[in-house]
C-alpha cells in the first residue's frame, strides 16, 4: 500500500528562520507530488507540484520544495518565514489512478 | 477565483441517522472527490466519481456511504447509518483533468465537520 511520511508533526520557528519540512512516499514508479496548506479555519490550498522535468519546484509564497527520486522525498522549504506562515502542511502522492494519499500533516507555528 | 464549496459547515446528528453533505464542485471540472480527516489523523480518500459513476473508492467506502451528482452543480456524500466512528472532517475536491502528465490536482472545499453522538 502507498504511504507518504511526514516526520516533522510540529515545528515552531521564529519569523526570519529557515524551513524544512521533510516528506518521504514508498511508491516506487511514476509519481505526482504535491504540497498543500491549511491556515487555521480555512480549507486546503495548493502551494506547489510536481509532475516532470526540473526536480526544484517553486510554488506560491516564497515556498519551494526538491523532487530526489533516489531518495523518495518531496521536502518543502521556505528561506524566511513569516508569522503568516503558521498553519498546517500536507504532503501529498497521486502514484495511479485519481486518489492522493496524504501524509499526516506538520503543524508550523511561526513566533513574532 | 472560483472555488469549491461545501454544506453545512458542521452537521450534528445522532448515532443511526442519515445525513447528506454537500459540495458544489468548480464549474467546468469533472472529476469529483470526498475525503476525510479523522481529528488528528491523516487525510484519507474515500471516493472519486467521473460521468456519473464512481471510478475508486477506497476500504472506507462501505455499504454504508453512497455518491450522488443528482444535478449539475452538486456533488453529495450519504452516510445512511451514521456512527460514532464517522465523526471527521470531510472534505469535497474536484480536478479537471486526470491527466497525469499535464497536470491533475484537486481543489479542496473547506469542509464539513460531522459529529456524530
Known amino acids: 500500500a502507498q504511504s507518504v511520511s511526514q516526520h516533522n508533526h510540529h515545528v515552531i520557528l521564529s519569523e526570519a528562520a529557515s524551513l524544512e519540512l521533510g516528506c518521504n512516499y514508498s511508491?516506487?514508479?511514476?509519481?505526482?507530488l504535491f504540497w498543500y496548506v491549511q491556515y487555521p479555519g480555512q480549507h486546503l490550498q495548493l502551494l506547489l507540484k510536481?509532475?516532470?522535468?526540473?526536480?526544484l519546484v517553486k510554488g506560491i509564497k516564497g515556498f519551494e520544495a526538491e523532487f530526489i527520486k533516489s531518495k523518495f522525498s518531496f521536502n518543502l522549504r521556505k528561506p524566511s518565514v513569516q508569522w503568516s506562515d503558521t498553519a498546517e502542511y500536507f504532503c501529498?502522492?497521486?502514484?495511479?489512478?485519481?486518489?492522493?494519499?496524504f501524509g499526516t500533516g506538520t503543524s508550523l507555528t511561526v513566533i513574532p | 477565483e472560483p472555488e469549491v464549496t461545501q454544506t453545512p459547515s458542521h452537521q450534528v446528528t445522532q448515532m443511526g441517522q442519515e445525513v447528506i453533505l454537500r459540495c458544489v464542485p468548480i464549474?467546468?471540472?469533472?472529476?469529483f472527490y470526498w475525503y476525510r480527516q479523522i481529528l488528528g489523523q491523516k487525510v484519507e480518500f474515500l471516493v472519486s466519481?467521473?460521468?456519473?459513476?464512481?471510478?475508486?473508492k477506497s476500504e472506507i467506502f462501505d455499504d454504508q456511504f453512497s455518491v450522488e451528482r443528482p444535478d449539475g452543480s452538486n456533488f453529495t456524500l450519504k452516510i445512511r447509518s451514521t456512527k460514532l466512528e464517522d465523526s471527521a472532517m470531510y472534505f469535497c475536491?474536484?480536478?479537471?483533468?486526470?491527466?497525469?502528465?499535464?497536470?491533475?490536482?484537486?481543489?479542496f472545499g473547506p469542509g464539513t465537520r460531522l459529529t456524530v453522538l
Open positions: 464549474s467546468n471540472h469533472l472529476y
Open positions: 475536491a474536484s480536478s479537471a483533468s486526470l491527466d497525469r502528465g499535464v497536470g491533475n490536482e484537486q481543489f
Open positions: 510536481y509532475f516532470s522535468g526540473d526536480p
Open positions: 511508491y516506487g514508479g511514476t509519481v505526482n
Open positions: 466519481f467521473y460521468n456519473n459513476e464512481i471510478s475508486e
Open positions: 501529498a502522492v497521486n502514484a495511479h489512478g485519481n486518489q492522493f494519499y
